[in-house]
T-cell receptor, first 108, second 113 residues
Framework: KNEVEQSPQNLTAQEGEFITINCSYSVGISALHWLQQHPGGGIVSLFM???GKKKHGRLIATINIQEKHSSLHITASHPRDSAVYIC??????????FGEGTQLTVNP | DTAVSQTPKYLVTQMGNDKSIKCEQN?????MYWYKQDSKKFLKIMFSYNNKELIINETVPNRFSPKSPDKAHLNLHINSLELGDSAVYFC????????????FGSGTRLTVV
């Protein structure tokens, strides 16, 4: 069993819909990261969280340390949001342990 | 200016060859990493250096040897390439060992034929 589990694996939405991607982890962590991998392959760091909630534009990330759970929300989704979203954690040190990713497709 | 740059972007080579992938960061970060993304798109740590010192060395065949001449560069040399080495290799850097400011390179797609 992977230390970081994401759901769903695949998600298809219509433009404008509110989207939620979930991440659960089984180890003690120092931080949780949300990453976005574009169809071209590049990886961008969206958020690094150790508690509470962060917001950037239409993206919101929350974390519940007690429940070992994080969510990434996208409001008013757009086709350009189509990408793979990856949850990753840092437990000891700065190495990232990754979830398997959620493939998001937003249709116009 | 690209923050973390990897070269080459694509690499096609025959089994048994030796190849290198170069990585440079201009962010002033102290820590650099190599990650491997397999055919199922799963990412896994390979190596990490902090100020030229090796701090993470996962269970990777010793055909893979990282080299960090200075804290801005982390190169990956692979000897005797095998078919199973085909993957996308990502270089990354972070401000420090606390993982602030994680920044990834654009990846190197290695295909071994």
């Amino acid at each position: 069993k992977n230390e970081v589990e994401q759901s769903p694996q695949n998600l298809t939405a219509q433009e404008g819909e509110f989207i939620t991607i979930n991440c659960s982890y089984s180890v003690g962590i120092s931080a949780l990261h949300w990453l976005q991998q574009h169809p071209g392959g590049g990886i961008v760091s969206l958020f690094m969280l150790s508690s509470g909630k962060k917001k950037h534009g239409r993206l919101i990330a929350t974390i519940n340390i007690q429940e070992k759970h994080s969510s990434l929300h996208i409001t008013a989704s757009h086709p350009r949001d189509s990408a793979v979203y990856i949850c990753a954690v840092t437990a000891s040190g700065s190495r990232l342990t990754f979830g398997e990713g959620t493939q998001l497709t937003v249709n116009p | 200016d690209t923050a973390v740059s990897q070269t080459p972007k694509y690499l096609v080579t025959q089994m048994g060859n030796d190849k290198s992938i170069k990585c440079e960061q201009n962010l002033g970060h102290d820590t650099m990493y190599w990650y491997k993304q397999d055919s199922k798109k799963f990412l896994k740590i390979m190596f990490s250096y902090n100020n030229k010192e090796l701090i993470i060395n996962e269970t990777v065949p010793n055909r893979f040897s990282p080299k960090s001449p200075d804290k801005a560069h982390l190169n990956l040399h692979i000897n005797s390439l095998e078919l199973g080495d085909s993957a996308v290799y990502f270089c990354a850097s972070s401000q420090d060992r606390q993982a602030y400011g994680y920044t990834f390179g654009s990846g190197t797609r290695l295909t071994v034929v």
